[in-house]
């Protein structure tokens, strides 16, 4: 099994800078939570993963995964990783399922070029096991119906099968209930991590939902603004955040116990701009704990698998 590392991640188009610094690492078999609001960075973080950033996008920093360096690799050595060890659900099942062929066909596809099953016979057995795991019922009807034909859930569903099935080592899943009715997200989030245990896989979960972040992952991350402010184990995100961030996010979350005339708490100001030149902290101008430090200097972290990118921080302390 092989570890993630990402390390100072940027991402530019032209002018724009939607990711400006993201530092995490994800472990063999663990998930990591990735949240934060829209605009955030969370989804083109996880394409540049993947390798699926348009042509004009510009990356700098560090993508390693076994030791390995994602950008070194040519465009045919990419192409055998994506899918076959690293695979990635999409927020719309609808958008990666190809409406002009069959479920079984889609399948079926994975199975013959990522893990090389000549037999048409075997790919059927194994595609129908599949579809089976991810909770569909009746797969050998499903097998011949077109994503059309299949309500939101079961398409989902459908797409998780289908990343599934080359039996990749890390797992992507782009807030993968997005477009599904809330009556049947955690049905699928339960399936999806249930999944990860019993197939020993990584999972990088990419959610804007710090409790479902909190309830199913090992360690979270939170990022706002391109940048990553704060990791550390879901515990310890949920229980004792330590970014004034991470705690404006937690505040902000409706309970229950609160009457219906009371208002729920709110973080004052907006994201800042794609383009917009930041000298200090990206959460200064919104932070109700800043000094004037914080809009001079922007605060750095000493670890990877563990921070907190404020001056507040303990390890940052000292030099205040």
Known sequence: MKNLIVDHLSIRFGAANPVRDVCFQLDAGRSLGVVGESGSGKSL?????MGLLPDQARVSGELSWGGRSLQAMSE???RAVRGREI?????????CLNPSFTVGYQIDEVLKLRLGIRSRVERR????????DVGIPAPETRWDAYPHQLSGGMSQRVAIAQALASEPELLIADEPTTALDVTVQMQILELLFSLKKKRGMSLLFVTHDLSVAGRLCDEI?????GQSLELASA????????????QALLAARPHLGGGASERLKTIPGSVPRANEQIRGCVFAARCEKKFDRCER?????????QFNRCFLSKNERGSL
């Not at 991350?221 to 603004?225: I, K, S, T």
């Not at 515990?235 to 991470?246: C, D, S």
């Not at 200097?297 to 698998?305: I, N, T, Y």
């Open 45 to 49: 973080t996880a394409l540049a993963l």
């Open 76 to 78: 045919r050595e990419r």
């Open 87 to 95: 695979a990635m659900i999409f927020q719309d099942p609808m958008t």
């Open 125 to 132: 057995k194994r595609g129908l096991e599949i579809l089976s």
């Open 221 to 225: 991350l939170v990022m706002y603004a």
């Open 235 to 246: 515990n310890a995100i949920l229980k004792f955040p330590q970014h004034p961030y991470t």
């Open 297 to 305: 200097e922007a605060p750095v972290f000493s670890s990877a698998s």
